[in-house]
């Protein structure tokens, strides 16, 4: 298993910058996050969402079906989030990032209250 961590004298500078990005998304509702995953599970989560999903979110092709798949491997890499691996929260980051306003809406709305969640996990010391 390959981790990304922050070496400890980052982890307030990584908290403020997820708490400005907490900021930047606004108010708004968030969701109730599932327990952690098993390692392999999130791992595909992580997979399915940067591979599969993600690109289909920036291109602006995602099917029906696809979105709602999506926005299930989101969850789980939700709840597999942590703040001394990154590389679940980087998922997250790109994923928002790559999904503009005005596109699949109602989704996007269910994405953003599961990251503010997310967000506020991570910013908490």
């Keep these: ?16 910058n997820l708490r400005q990005r907490l900021c930047a998304i606004g ?6 996050l599932a327990p952690p995953p098993s390692q392999p599970q999130a791992e595909e989560a992580l997979r399915q969402l940067m591979v599969r999903y ?17 926005l299930d ?5 939700a709840s597999a ?6 590389r679940f929260i980087d998922g ?7 999904w503009g306003s005005g596109y699949e809406e109602e989704a996007r709305v269910a994405f ?5 969640s997310t967000l506020g996990v991570l910013v908490e010391p």
Excluded at 73 to 77: E, F, G, H, S, Y
């Design 27 to 32: 108010d708004g509702s968030k969701t109730r």
């Design 54 to 70: 993600r690109p289909r979110i920036a291109a602006r092709v995602i099917t029906r079906d696809d979105l709602s798949m999506m």
């Design 73 to 77: 491997q989101a969850a789980i890499v």
């Design 92 to 98: 997250l980051n790109a994923t928002f990032e790559s």
């Design 1 to 16: 298993m390959v981790t990304v961590r922050a070496c400890v004298e980052l982890a307030p500078f990584l908290r403020e």
């Design 81 to 86: 989030v942590q703040i001394d691996d990154l």
């Design 112 to 116: 953003l209250a599961m990251y503010r």
